[in-house]
Nanobody, 123 residues
Framework: QVQLVESGGGSVQAGGSLTLSCVHT????????FGWFRQAPGKEREGVAR????????YYSDSVKGRFTVSLDNAKSTLYLQMTSLKPEDTAVYYC????????????????WGQGTQVTVSL
């Protein structure tokens, strides 16, 4: 059974930093990638970053490129999202996800999801 649990969200002033964590269990070779998504009230869920499990190849949305970094620590079974230079528009619930046989930055590529963690960036 695959399970993903996010943590590390909180409140921060614009320009600040936060690091989100996603502890995963039950992840095997059938899962090719991890992704990070976010959803603000009244808005569509947006993919922000993804990483291939084997190659560590990463991809970011234009809105976070240069500010966010996704990484994976296999020893700790944890996915991370380092966020810097945060903006008020980054405010959202952030979700981690695990994919199947292929990776992408849209939600249809992913089969398993965490419960989400709130990130609030104030002016």
């Amino acid at each position: 059974q695959v399970q993903l649990v996010e943590s590390g969200g909180g409140s921060v002033q614009a320009g600040g930093s936060l690091t989100l964590s996603c502890v995963h269990t039950g992840i095997g070779y059938n899962q090719d990638c991890f992704g990070w998504f976010r959803q603000a009230p009244g808005k569509e869920r947006e993919g922000v970053a993804r990483i291939y499990i084997t190659t560590r190849n990463t991809y970011y949305s234009d809105s976070v490129k240069g500010r966010f970094t996704v990484s994976l620590d296999n020893a700790k079974s944890t996915l991370y999202l380092q966020m810097t230079s945060l903006k008020p528009e980054d405010t959202a619930v952030y979700y981690c996800a695990a994919g199947g046989t292929h990776c992408g930055l849209t939600s249809d590529y992913y089969d398993y999801w965490g419960q989400g963690t709130q990130v609030t960036v104030s002016l």
